[in-house]
């Protein structure tokens, strides 16, 4: 499946949630990562992520989407992060 995460942490945790979401996903930019992931994986990225986040000062927002096949998206300004493949 095809994800994007989104997420609003705290600056003590910043750091290791931004690590964790780079070993399963691309870097798109500032709090933003997208691609393509397996259901375990997934599972795997959402357990650490909540033995890392506080629930009740942070916030992690994942949509996922089975096929990007009839998606566009158009960046304006700066393109950062993330690979060539876009959602």
């Given at each position: 499946m095809f994800v994007i995460l989104v997420?609003?942490?705290g600056v003590k945790r910043v750091a290791k949630v931004?690590?964790?979401?780079r070993k399963y996903l691309y870097w798109v930019q500032n709090s933003v990562?997208?691609?393509?992931?397996?259901d375990a994986n997934l599972v795997k990225?959402?357990?650490?992520?909540k033995s890392i986040i506080d629930?009740?000062?942070d916030s992690v927002i994942?949509?996922?989407?089975?096929?990007?096949?009839?998606?566009?998206?158009?960046?304006m300004g700066i393109k950062k992060g993330g690979e060539d493949n876009f959602l």
């Open positions: 997420y609003d942490i931004l690590k964790t979401c990562f997208e691609g393509e992931i397996s990225l959402k357990f650490e992520l629930e009740e000062k994942i949509y996922s989407f089975r096929t990007t096949r009839y998606s566009n998206v158009e960046i």
